[in-house]
């Protein structure tokens, strides 16, 4: 299933294959010029990815094949120990928490769940966490808290679930009071948008001392579908509102909403889960260690520093 | 923010700012009673004949809290800039210029200091009419300054919210404006200042997502739709009918996530009331607890 744009480079790796089958059954040496066509599919992978619109990008933060939070949280925690529930409601699939080890330091994990298949997306809620989900993460917070431990939370939403049961149990509530439980954290907090991060419900487990993104992950106030239903009546306008909502990783870095890009590899993170999976854990592992050692007040100050000076206006002289 | 089109389809809000006086009389977007212009008014904007409450212009919104004379506003320092370079059908800059000569005001929210039956508050008052009382990088600025020098001055702050959410126009950085002004809340809750919310129609995604409900006390106005999500877009997804009243004040208050439903008549009375009691229990310090008990 490859995306739109990548039908090129899937064109030129089947005729290398073919050509290298073709080679093997013949017992003919074509080793220039597959050495030839490889390079020119470097080149070619290289342009296009330099070049990828923002909704390019969109559909390769969704893409799938994509390594997802799990992924991530396998390539950096060990002794991974899921704890479920939220002791009111019930446990949310959409957002896994639990215990690890990262460099022997132990930390809460929090990780927005998409499913891997049709079937795993279906009990996953297609990573859209209901009010039991965040409520769950709040009291991983507090044990966070607690116990010392660093928070380490993995963005990947499309968005809090909008349905009947989540808006009746207080969704805006559980975002609001996410936000507040984070933002009082007395241990250091880091967050990676690994694939979409969506609006509030991404944000809700946002509030971090660092805030790093994949090349290619997206993070926006609303998806460029539902943006482009509104500013242009027609969802099919999605590729232009993903332009105008500047909403990729160099956007959000420019913007001061990020800290840092995490490199992907060449083709994407769903081209070599295991190499994007690999440089995700060590850019946090990289965040973790940069926080170490700065104690609880100048953790909540800087914090919340942070998040304060978001945004751009014009200031008249005050 | 997503529901702007819809609200206006729904519920066409009349011309009744100040600035562009309308007929001299209004029909009630509830019940469709004819109704004197002037004693609507005179009445806060609730229909004599079946008490609904339309939408309030922002001056009489503080002219109805507000102690009479004791309104200092303290906003309209900081303006709104199209960071983004943002165009859908027309450019945000060209929107935001026109509707801030309307408005008479650089955004969409004002701010300031006042007395409310003489209980020391800041104010801020939301204000629907400006691209549907959107949180941009402005609203959520003027709202930390709000929430600062109210710590700073020994105020409570009172929060009229009416928004159709986050300002998409301002992409991530409006997102970034939820947490904004959620921090900045801390100035009034490490001083024990009460920080109370009305939340009016209507109140919905990233503000009541964020600042609008994180009041100690959280009021809301008879039938105001206050959601996360909007009932288009829930429906959208769900392809079924929504409960009736769904998201309306008074479900709200029965699922328990709101303090009371107060009529807007009752609202100075009521704020000033638990205004003065979290203000007199801070006040005997920490742990004190009554006598007898």
């Known amino acids: 299933m490859a995306l739109p744009f990548e039908k090129p480079i899937e064109d030129l790796e089947s005729k290398i294959r073919e050509m290298q089958a073709y080679a093997d059954e013949q017992q003919v040496d074509l080793v220039e010029e597959i050495s030839l066509l490889e390079q020119r599919l470097e080149r070619l992978k290289r342009e296009t990815f330099a070049h990828l619109t923002r909704w390019q990008r969109v559909l390769v933060a969704r893409a799938p094949g994509r390594p997802t939070a799990l992924d991530h949280v396998g390539a950096f925690v060990d002794d991974f120990v899921e704890l479920h529930g939220d002791r009111a409601l019930g446990d949310d699939p959409a957002l896994v928490a639990g215990l690890g080890r990262v460099d022997g330091a132990g930390v809460v994990v929090l990780a927005q769940q998409k499913g891997r298949d049709t079937k795993e997306n279906i009990y996953r809620n297609f990573g859209m966490a209901h009010p039991s989900g965040y409520r769950k993460a709040m009291r991983m917070m507090e044990m966070a808290d607690k116990f010392g431990l660093a928070v380490v939370a993995l963005i990947d939403t499309p968005g809090a679930y909008p349905g009947i049961a989540a808006e009746e149990q207080g969704q805006a509530w559980v975002i609001a009071e996410s936000i507040r439980r984070m933002s009082r954290l007395r241990v250091p907090a880091v967050a990676v948008v690994v694939g979409e991060g969506g609006s509030g419900g991404a944000l809700a487990i946002g509030v971090a001392n660092r805030v790093l993104i994949l090349e290619n992950a997206v993070y926006s106030v609303i998806s460029p579908e539902s943006c482009a239903a509104i500013r242009w009546r027609d969802a099919g306008e999605a590729p232009r509102a993903a332009e105008a909502l500047k909403l990729t990783s160099a956007d959000l870095l420019e913007q001061g909403v990020v800290d840092e890009v995490v490199a992907e590899p060449l083709g994407g993170a769903h081209k070599d889960p295991a190499a994007a999976v690999a440089a995700t854990a060590a850019a946090v592992r990289a965040a973790l260690a940069s926080l170490r050692g700065l104690g609880a007040h100048e953790i909540v100050r800087s914090r919340a520093e942070r998040f304060r000076h978001m945004g751009r206006v014009l200031a008249d002289s005050a | ?293």
């Open chain 2, 1 to 293: 923010m997503a529901l702007e089109r819809w609200f206006r389809r729904q519920r066409p809000t009349r011309g009744d700012d100040d600035a562009t006086p309308a007929g001299l009389w209004v029909k009630c977007s509830a019940c469709h009673a004819q109704l004197y212009r002037k004693d609507l008014v005179a009445h806060l904007y609730v229909c004599k004949e079946c008490g609904h409450h339309e939408r309030m212009p922002v001056a009489a919104r503080v002219a109805m809290l507000a102690d009479e004379g004791s309104f200092e506003s303290w906003s309209g320092d900081v303006r709104p800039v199209d960071a983004l370079g943002f165009v859908d059908v027309e450019p945000y800059a060209d929107r935001l210029a026109a509707v801030q000569q309307k408005a008479g005001r650089p955004d969409a929210i004002v701010t300031g200091a006042a007395l409310i039956e003489g209980e020391r508050v800041a104010l801020a008052v939301m204000d629907f009419q400006f691209l549907g009382g959107s949180m941009g990088s402005v609203v959520g600025e003027e709202i930390a300054r709000a929430a600062e020098r109210a710590g700073e001055e020994d105020r409570a702050l009172v929060m009229v919210a009416a928004s159709g959410g986050a300002r998409m126009q301002e992409g991530a950085l409006s997102l970034m404006q939820m947490a904004k002004t959620t921090v900045s809340l801390e100035c009034l809750a490490s001083r024990r200042l009460p920080y109370v919310c009305v939340l009016t129609d209507p109140t919905t995604g990233g503000v009541t997502a964020s600042f609008a409900t994180l009041g100690d006390v959280i009021f809301a106005e008879p039938d105001a739709l206050i959601c996360f999500a909007g009932p288009r877009v829930i429906q959208q997804t769900i392809k079924q009918d929504l409960p009736a009243g769904f998201q309306r004040a008074e479900f709200l208050l029965r699922k328990g996530m709101i303090d009371d439903v107060v009529p807007r008549g009752e609202l100075k009375r009521r704020l000033a009331a638990v205004i003065g009691l979290l203000r007199a229990g801070a006040a005997a310090g920490p742990g004190a607890l009554p006598a007898g008990g």
